[in-house]
């Protein structure tokens, strides 16, 4: 007998086996063809995709598009054509959680340390049970949670009236989830740009967190708190074009399937998100 629960978890599982698959993969240039290899095995070969013009995505199932810029990012990143280069550096790791691993430019992945500096173009992967804290600059701090792969694209300085702050920062989070702290005293924010799969979002003197494919949980960004003005805007820029997200607190979804700018009227719907694991309030501290 057909039994439509039956036939929609299947459906739905092989939907998000499909994403991961995707999501989780690292990306290879050889030649003029795209490679997605998992578990050094290579699971998908788009052929002659860098020959002539290429398109401009790939569509994954069953809501998420790679853009090209976002693809050629990943192959910088993890193609084994790649030499190893001196990067910037660009965070500390101030704490970590059960185990998560770095991938460097050019070299093998190895273990996290805590108190270990990243450089520019490392990407972090954590386990099922990890958590990871970054210090971006004096006053962000930057919590990756279980199953995320976010990586450290750039940073820029600004100057000041006494020598040079960390002005701008830009990551790529794949999948997984964050949250930004950015203190409500100290030194000006940086402005950090933190692309997705799903659109590419802009903040400063806020805090907020974002979760994209984070298993069966819904993609979304929670605004916690916002300096009043513009340094407290968060921005999304996606297909629809560039979007100034509700005043917090507040839930933005990310895919569009629910109402935009659900008010967060009390903390306890946080925890219906994942990321909110990630709230000093809520995880033990180390």
């Known amino acids: 007998m057909f039994d439509p629960f039956v036939h929609q978890s299947e459906a739905l599982e092989g939907a998000l086996a499909a994403r991961d698959r995707f999501l ?5 240039r050889i030649d003029e063809d795209l490679m997605l290899v998992q578990g050094g095995q290579p699971i998908h070969t788009f052929h002659d995709y860098f020959k002539d013009r290429r398109p401009e995505d790939i569509e994954v199932p069953p809501d998420y598009r790679l853009p090209a810029a976002l693809i050629e990012d990943m192959v910088l990143t993890t193609s084994a054509l790649n030499r190893a280069q001196a990067g910037d550096p660009m965070a500390e790791i101030a704490a970590i959680e059960n185990a998560a691993i770095c991938k460097r430019i050019g070299e093998t992945r190895t273990p996290l340390r805590n108190g270990q500096l990243l450089q520019t173009g490392d990407l972090i992967e954590t386990g099922a049970f990890s958590i990871v804290e970054l210090v971006l600059a ?9 199953m995320s ?4 694209d750039r940073r820029s300085l600004a100057p000041t009236g006494t020598g040079l702050r960390v002005g701008s920062i830009e990551l790529t989070l ?4 964050v949250v930004s702290l950015a203190s409500p005293t100290g030194a000006p924010p940086a402005v950090v740009t933190l692309r997705t799969p799903l659109g590419w979002l802009s903040w400063s003197d806020a805090t907020m967190g974002a979760q994209i494919a984070a298993g069966d949980e819904p993609d979304t960004v929670g605004i916690i708190r916002q ?6 805007a968060v921005t999304l820029v996606n297909d629809s074009g560039t979007q100034v997200l509700p005043v ?3 839930i933005v979804p990310l895919n ?3 109402e935009f700018g659900r008010p967060l009227r009390d903390l306890g719907m946080l925890d219906d998100y994942g990321f909110a694991a990630l709230l ?3 995880r033990v501290r180390y």
């Open 149 to 152: 792969r976010l990586r450290l």
């Open 24 to 28: 989780r993969a690292d990306y290879l």
């Open 256 to 258: 569009g399937h629910r």
């Open 174 to 177: 794949m999948t997984g989830s």
């Open 138 to 146: 004096t006053s962000l701090k930057l919590c990756i949670g279980p």
């Open 227 to 232: 300096a009043s003005g513009p340094t407290g």
């Open 248 to 250: 917090g607190p507040c």
């Open 280 to 282: 000093p309030s809520r």
